[in-house]
């Protein structure tokens, strides 16, 4: 069975950036941030994700959710706070074996666990985040260097007389394809 993961979306940003004060535009551009992270961690682990963000003061009256790269994306809307929305999930959804709420309110964190109920502060996750990118980047740092030497390894294989073969089948096949090219810049220019 899978594992949910519902993170506090704003809860989150707001305590990831140390309660900074964050303009419009800046928590928009967090905001998508946070949910690309998000979607990159989803390919790393079993998790289904859902991020659930404030929006009582938004024009949209009820709740409304987008799918985006396999994470549900929820805003709460004018009637609900994300802290209930998040609570209605964390008892309502079902077939999880587990079930992780990601927030540092005091509230939440009270009010919310139950069996299969787990929380981590932002904190926490944060620390988790960062572990997965940094392993996920080092995998591709190891990656290339294999690509690499894989390429080196091969021709370090080839015999003397291979590698002379090779090359100067090269050497011809480079000197067609620089004939061909000068043939048809010489056929363009007399059209």
Partial sequence: MKSLLVVDGYNFIFKYYDNRSINGSELELL?????????????????????????????EKGRHSIKHK??????????????????????????YDKKFIVTSDNIQQTVIFKENIYRKSVREFCQELNQQKKEVR??????????????????????????????????TLDNKNYKDNVMNRDKEHKN
């Fill in 70 to 95: 396999g994470i549900e994306v929820i805003f709460s809307g004018r009637a609900k706070t994300a802290d209930s929305v998040i609570e209605e999930i964390a008892h309502l959804k079902e077939g």
């Fill in 138 to 171: 080092n995998k591709l740092t190891h990656f290339n260097k294999t690509q690499i030497a894989g390429f080196s390894s091969i021709e370090r294989k080839l015999s003397k007389t291979s590698k002379e073969g090779f090359l100067k089948f090269k050497g």
């Fill in 31 to 59: 905001r998508e941030k946070l949910i690309e992270d998000l979607v990159e961690y989803r390919r790393n682990t079993n998790y289904d994700i859902i991020i659930v963000f404030d929006s009582n003061k938004s024009a």
